[in-house]
C-alpha cells in the first residue's frame, strides 16, 4: 500500500484558508459517496487536526488520523 500523497510537493493543512505544513492526515470515508475501501485524505496541522477530525467524526466519516513527516524514507 502506497499513501497518495504527492511526496515531492510541501503537504499544506486542508483547513480553509490555513496555509500551515500538514503535520496530520485524516482518512475518512463516506458511505453514501464512496465505497467501503475508499479513503479520502485530509490534511491538517496541528492546530485544525481536532477542528477537521471532529467535523469528520460527528458525521461518521473518519476513519484514521496518521502523522505526516514528510520523510521519503517512510515507508510503511
Ligand atoms: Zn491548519
Not at 499513501?3 to 503537504?11: I, V
Not at 479513503?39 to 477537521?52: F, V
Amino acid at each position: 500500500m502506497s499513501a497518495p500523497l504527492p511526496a515531492d510537493e510541501p503537504l499544506i493543512c486542508s483547513s480553509r484558508g490555513c496555509r500551515a505544513p500538514a503535520q496530520w492526515a485524516l482518512r475518512w470515508n463516506n458511505p453514501r459517496l464512496h465505497d467501503a475501501d475508499r479513503r479520502k485524505t485530509w490534511l491538517a496541522c496541528a492546530d485544525h487536526r481536532t477542528s477537521l477530525g471532529d467535523f469528520l467524526d460527528a458525521r461518521g466519516f473518519l476513519r484514521e488520523v496518521v502523522p505526516v513527516t514528510g520523510s521519503p524514507t517512510l515507508e510503511g
